[in-house]
């Protein structure tokens, strides 16, 4: 989504388990990225549980920075990164 100041905000990303270390995710991630470069957006943020190792590495491989940990973001308690990336 697009917030009002004029940012990319990741609300999901998934792959189906099956599916997953077969180059989806990247394609899907080159192909947001890409199109948010195109509509002039400058940052992209999202939120991932801090025990999700997994989606961690993958944003920063995609040259995501953790900005700040949100404590208890989840319901269940869990606290959050707030990654951002830099256009
Ligand atoms: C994170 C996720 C979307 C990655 O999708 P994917 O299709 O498996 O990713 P890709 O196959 O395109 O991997 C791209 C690169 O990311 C890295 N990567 C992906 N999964 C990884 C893992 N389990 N461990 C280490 N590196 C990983 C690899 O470096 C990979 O590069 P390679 O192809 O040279 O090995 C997928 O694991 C997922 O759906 N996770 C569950 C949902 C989730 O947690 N989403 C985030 C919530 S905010």
């Not at 920063?60 to 606290?79: H, Q």
Request: some cysteine; aromatic content about 12%; overall charge positive.
């Amino acid at each position: 989504m697009i917030s009002s100041d004029g940012q990319a905000r990741i609300l999901m990303f998934a792959v189906s388990a099956g599916w997953r270390r077969r180059g989806f995710g990247r394609q899907i991630m080159d192909a947001f990225v890409q199109r948010c470069a195109m509509r002039g957006l400058r940052r992209i943020e999202l939120e991932v549980r801090i025990s999700n190792e997994e989606a961690i590495r993958f944003y920063k491989r995609y040259g995501f920075d953790i900005a700040a940990v949100l404590p208890k973001f989840y319901t269940d308690g869990e606290d959050g990164f707030k990654m951002v990336k830099h256009l």
